[in-house]
């Protein structure tokens, strides 16, 4: 009955390598999110999904790609893994019309060693 | 540059005391403010929200404050409880075009004393 959830819940993973991140929601939400909570416990947006089309891109290095295979799905893929990456991700979703409320999966630590 | 200044870093409180934290914002365009609740190894999770054409919301023990000339805005939690132990985060957005760019403060570490 999860409403958003994301897998890996865990990644450790050597510096240079490829990784990505899954999350997928079944609220019939058309907008999604990935965020970014770095070791301070500091939220920062770093995309937004609208029906498959990107619409918030933060600046974040061109080595985070999302993608987006359907509404329900967000995926990040993380090429050339630096020591900074480490941090713990989330991904959101909400819908285009009516509540303004983002639900949150429970998280992706990602550790680059 | 931080858009939304959170404080207190962190707040002990003792059992049926009541907690407050701050937040302030710069940007005008924002006209939604909500606050954010975050257990350890968890998600954030939705505690309350306002919009700027209020000046208070109330939700059980959480109240939200909203001074907009001030550019300020305030959760209170009644009656503290240490279940209420968690990190929370206020949050500022303006909404367009169907999504909402949650821009949010440090957060505050609150420890709710028996």
């Known amino acids: 009955d999860t409403a958003v959830s994301q897998t890996p819940k865990y990644l450790v993973t050597q510096m240079g390598n490829d990784k990505s991140i899954k999350c997928e929601q079944n609220?019939?939400?058309?907008?999604m999110y990935w965020y970014k909570q770095d070791s301070k416990k500091f939220l920062k947006i770093m995309f937004s999904?609208?029906?498959?089309?990107?619409?918030i891109n933060e600046t974040v290095p061109n080595r985070f790609s999302p993608k987006s295979p359907d509404k329900a799905h967000l995926n990040l893929h993380i090429n050339s893994l630096e020591l900074g990456d480490s941090a713990v991700y989330f991904c959101?979703?909400?819908?285009?019309?009516?509540?303004?409320?983002?639900?949150f999966g429970p998280g992706t630590r990602l550790t680059v060693l | 540059q931080q858009q939304v200044k959170q404080s207190p870093q962190s707040l002990i409180v003792q059992k049926g005391g009541i907690s407050i934290i701050n937040c302030a914002y710069e940007?005008?365009?924002?006209?939604?403010f909500p606050w954010y609740q975050q257990f350890p190894g968890k998600g954030p999770a939705l505690l309350i929200a306002?919009?700027?054409?209020?000046s208070e919301k109330k939700e059980g023990r959480f109240t939200i404050s909203f001074n907009k000339s001030a550019k300020q805005f305030s959760l209170h939690i009644m009656d503290s409880q240490p279940g209420d132990s968690a990190t929370y985060f206020c949050?500022?957005?303006?909404?367009?075009?169907?999504?909402?760019?949650?821009?949010f403060g440090a957060g505050t570490r609150l420890a709710v004393h028996p």
């Open positions: 999904y609208n029906n498959k089309e990107l619409i």
């Open positions: 949050a500022a957005s303006p909404f367009s075009g169907g999504y909402n760019k949650l821009i």
């Open positions: 609220l019939g939400h058309d907008t």
């Open positions: 306002i919009r700027p054409d209020v």
């Open positions: 940007n005008t365009a924002f006209d939604y």
């Open positions: 959101a979703s909400s819908h285009s019309s009516g509540s303004y409320e983002q639900f």
